[in-house]
């Protein structure tokens, strides 16, 4: 059972950044692909980015050129670094390990998740 944690959320003025991190273990979670997701009030979990355990990477395109997907399986975590945030990035956001895809419904394991606020 591979479990979860989110870290770094918070509050940011638009344009500021945000590092999120998401702390793994249990299981054999480093051979999953590993992802992020976002929801927002009301509306749908969005696929944000994934990375498969070589280092590929995957983003949406609303999030390319602003965030970066990283992990560092020697201390079993993964990284979102957010640049110029907008208010419309504002969600709970949550990690989560599975098939490399922006699908939700490939990821068997998730986190809590960790709120990201981002005031105009």
């Known amino acids: 059972q591979v479990q979860l944690v989110e870290s770094g959320g918070g509050l940011v003025q638009a344009g500021g950044s945000l590092r999120l991190s998401c702390a793994a273990s249990?299981?054999?979670?480093?051979?999953?692909?590993m992802g992020w997701f976002r929801q927002a009030p009301g509306k749908e979990r969005v696929f944000v980015a994934a990375?498969?355990?070589?280092?590929?990477?995957y983003y949406a395109d609303s999030m390319k050129g602003r965030f970066s997907i990283s992990r560092d399986s020697a201390k079993n975590t993964m990284t979102l670094q957010m640049n110029s945030l907008k208010p419309e990035d504002t969600a709970v956001y949550y990690c989560?390990?599975?098939?490399?895809?922006?699908?939700?419904?490939?990821?068997?394991?998730w986190g809590q998740g960790t709120q990201v606020t981002v005031s105009s």
């Open positions: 990375i498969r355990w070589t280092g590929t990477t």
């Open positions: 989560a390990a599975g098939s490399f895809s922006s699908s939700y419904r490939e990821y068997a394991y």
């Open positions: 249990g299981g054999t979670w480093s051979s999953y692909s």
